[in-house]
């Protein structure tokens, strides 16, 4: 297992996460702005087949999981839950669980750790108790977008302006489950819905080149009526769209990483740097290089 320079962020081959320090949480958890709702653990998982996590006496904090892909279980107490895509658990305090990827169709799965005096006030406005621990998100795209800021602050250290903004990070994304949960517009078809997936594959698979054709076969649409219903949708097409989330994340690469340009390329998809530059070029009106030196030193400061 690879551990970076600070410590408490875990990167292996099939974990991206962060354990901050008990001292860090100790010293920092009876703080004005960190009390009502403190975020200490995040992280994201393709398990494998075999796979158990137990936990017999429980945590000291609320744990919170969401299944992104395949299948697992969840058991509290003598009590079994199936979790498919979407689904989403929370734990409270001092309560024996475990749970498990399904062996046929093994789940990736993201959480988050949290305490505060009004960590079970939110799980009680979402509606989530023992008896009824489970709640489906309806918009994973949401998921994606937090976990990805919240790394990406927590990446400069554990000062305390980090830890702030990742706890906020964390109320956010629990404010957005409850808007979620009592939206009262109609729900959206399953065409719509497909097309939210192919949002969400897109963004998982940044490394990756794919045309409509083998978009649209993702989501079994032919490719005129997926070009059609995505522009609709997002109003952009399919490649456009894709193209912009790999710049947004070139952008952030450039900013926050030492990366060269021909490293930072590979990582949204392009193998050829000159090509990526030019398409940089073409989104931004500026070239990768004089990007990062207009940003960076704004972002610094």
């Not at 017999?56 to 107490?77: A, M, N, Q, R």
């Not at 658990?89 to 475990?98: C, L, Q």
């Not at 990742?166 to 109609?186: A, D, E, V």
């Not at 009526?225 to 710049?247: E, G, W």
């Amino acid at each position: 297992m690879k551990k970076d320079r600070t410590n408490f962020i875990v990167k292996n081959d099939k974990t991206t996460g962060a354990i901050f320090p008990e001292s860090v949480v100790y010293e920092n958890k009876h703080k004005d702005l960190l009390q009502d709702l403190f975020l200490i653990r995040i992280g994201k998982q393709s398990s494998t087949a075999d796979q158990i996590t137990e936990v017999p006496k429980g945590l000291s904090e609320f744990t919170l999981h969401i299944c992104l892909k395949g299948k697992g279980v969840l058991k509290v107490y003598d009590k079994r839950y199936i979790l498919t895509v979407g689904d989403l658990f929370i734990i409270p305090p001092n309560v024996p669980h475990s749970y498990w990827a399904n062996k046929q169709d093994p789940w990736v799965r993201c959480w988050m750790h949290f305490i505060g005096k009004q960590s079970e006030s939110y799980c009680n406005a979402l509606g989530i108790h023992l008896s009824n621990p489970i709640f489906q998100v309806p918009d994973l795209e949401c998921i994606d977008e937090i976990w990805e800021k919240v790394f990406d602050c927590i990446d400069d250290g554990l000062k305390y302006e980090n830890l702030l903004v990742t706890s906020l990070y964390c109320s956010q994304f629990l404010g957005k489950l409850f808007i979620l949960k009592n939206r009262t517009s109609k729900p959206k078809d399953s065409n719509h819905a497909k097309i939210r997936n192919s949002m969400i594959f897109m963004r998982t698979h940044l490394r990756e080149n794919h045309k409509v054709k083998a978009l649209a076969e993702k989501v079994d649409m032919s490719p005129n009526y997926y070009r059609s219903l995505f522009k609709k949708v997002t109003t952009m097409s399919p490649i456009d769209y894709f193209t912009q989330l790999k710049m947004d994340k070139a952008k952030r690469l450039l900013i926050k990483k030492d990366l060269n340009i021909q490293e930072i390329a590979r990582q949204v998809g392009y193998q050829d740097s000159f090509y990526f530059s030019r398409a940089f070029k073409k989104l931004t009106k500026m070239s990768p290089s004089k990007y990062r030196l207009e940003n960076r030193g704004l972002f610094l400061n």
